[in-house]
């Protein structure tokens, strides 16, 4: 997609550079995954109905379920995962758009970008307009496509996405087939319209929870550890089928335990007894695998590169490939070069990291630094915040904020900046800049001029000619958006005088 001139000359990019491509791949299917007949019958369903529900607690093997299915069936499909910052619909609009693109038949690109930029506005019509465009995009298609969207609870309380998944669910061409994958369940009024016509397949912890029989197979044949079938019942029992649990307990009898060692400590819930095996497992590794692991959860993907400039972690010791060989919970994507965690095991991690709290601050800030000079400055930002340091967070946006916006990422930028007290914004004086910014690109006019004078003012008490000129240049843009050009034009006028003061004439006495 284009970059969007805004308002003023500014830039905005709604790009490619935008899109982590790891986003749009399937999870990769090990050879230790149990093809389970029952869940590929019901998910051949899913080419025949418009709409698929996978709604599962996280450890039920959702992902991996379903991309077993797509392996074994070489069924034409594309992905998206969904992550926390997609929870704005013009963001998850962006990997919607990406995601279907192969399957398009045309898609007008500056079309997309003006309706994105308006969205982006509040303008509810768009949304509308917008999935008309990505419907008409569909109808002409082909064959039978399988479109997934993993991870969907973590934006299925946003109305405005609400409003254009029902809309596009509402108007599905025939070809295309939408299968949602959440923890949590999703609630449309017109879902039971759908079950009552036959439209819907669902997928539930019930139909995702493993069988003695099942067990049994999955321990013999894929673990290659022989399991009579009292043994596997007694593992349903205490795990109720749940693939999380499962797998803790092949890793603990891969280190010599018997069943009755594991299940001796008695948990009353099944979040207990993953916290229980879940810590053993931990335990059991060396002290360098075990610092290697909590570090490395707090990335959302990892990659040798990290692992080497963040981590600090020499190539010779390979920590990756010994944490894949031993099956601890990191799966490699389609490229094998970025590696995830299982959700489930990533917070277990992370709860653990936390406890050290210089260090977890530390592996943040590093990893902040990592991102923001490869020009990843979205990334950079989320690991900025988990640092919960406002001052440090407000200097991080102090400078890089502007940057944001253009790169298309002031929803992200507004969900910190509005994390920021006024005293700190005060003390940064271009946060107010870039507040300025955001409602100007919103045609909030008033109070972009509010947030812009309020910066100047503040850049003449520190004394700070630069900052002064980006809030008057601001101003001006106002003024040009608004066809004010002569106001315009004593703005800009004033903006270039005070940088011709700090830089030109200093150089001009030498």
Known sequence: MEDRKGEGGCSVNYTEHLVLKTKLEAPVVDSQVL?????????????????????????????????????????????????????HLSRFLVYFKEAILPITVDLDEKWLTEAFMNIHRGDEKAIYECCSHFINACVDIKEDWLFIIDDFQLVSENREINQFMKWFLMHLPQRLHIVLVSRTKIDWEFLHSMRVKGQLVEVNE?????????????????????????????????????????????????????????????ANSMEELFEYLALDVLEKQREVVRRFLMEASIFPTLTAEICEKVLEIGKEEDLLSYVMRKNLFLHTTKQKETFRFH???????????????????????????????K?????????????????????????????????????????????????????????????????????????AIYYYKRARELAEEQRDPVSESLALEGMACVYLDTIQPRHAQDFLKKAISLLEEKYIEPLALH
């Open 35 to 87: 093809f389970r007949p029952s869940i590929m019958k019901r998910l051949k369903s899913a080419r025949k109905r418009p709409l698929t529900l996978m709604q599962a607690g996280p450890g039920y093997g959702k992902s991996t379920a379903i991309s077993a299915f797509l392996r074994m069936e070489n069924t034409p499909y594309v992905w998206y995962t969904v992550t926390e910052q997609d929870n």
């Open 206 to 266: 019930r139909d995702l929870c493993f069988s003695p029989e099942e067990i049994e197979i999955l321990f013999e044949d894929h673990y290659g550890t022989p399991m009579s079938y009292g043994n596997a019942h007694s593992i349903f029992e205490k795990t109720e089928g749940w693939i999380m649990a499962i797998q803790m307990v092949w890793q603990r009898l891969e280190e010599s335990n018997t069943l009755e060692e594991i299940f001796h400590d008695e």
């Open 343 to 373: 959700a489930l095991f990533q917070n277990f991690l992370q709860n653990r990291l936390k406890r050290e709290e210089l260090r977890w601050v530390e592996l943040h800030e590093r990893a902040a630094k990592f991102y923001r000079e």
């Open 375 to 447: 020009g990843l400055l979205e990334q950079a930002l989320h690991h900025m915040k988990k640092t919960e340091s406002i001052e440090k967070l407000s200097a991080f946006l102090h400078r890089h904020g502007k940057d944001l916006i253009h790169q298309g990422n002031s929803q992200l930028l507004e969900e910190a900046i509005n994390s920021i007290d006024e005293a700190a914004l005060d003390r940064f004086t271009r946060l107010w800049i870039v507040k300025g910014d955001m409602e100007r690109y919103r045609c909030k006019f008033e109070l």
